[in-house]
């Protein structure tokens, strides 16, 4: 078994582990930076599902499609 881990599940977790670090920070400045460090996740995760987009798997765009449905 692998234990290697795809790109797109590990920018989910890590999405989901800073909004959980933002609904719990109370300190401004903190929270600033973690907005900051959420956009640039946000990003990624974008910029891989439009690879998966123009691989034109559409197997892999479906999965694409429920990660991003995880972070909302």
């Not at 996740?41 to 999965?63: F, G, P």
């Amino acid at each position: 078994m692998s234990n290697i881990e795809l790109t797109e599940d590990f920018l989910v977790k890590k999405i989901l582990s800073n909004k959980l670090q933002l609904s719990q920070e109370k300190n401004n400045i903190k929270r600033e930076r973690l907005f900051e460090h959420q956009d640039k996740l946000v990003d990624l995760l974008i910029a891989e599902s439009e690879k998966a987009r123009a691989t034109n798997d559409l197997d892999r765009m479906k999965y694409m499609r429920d990660r991003i449905k995880a972070i909302l």
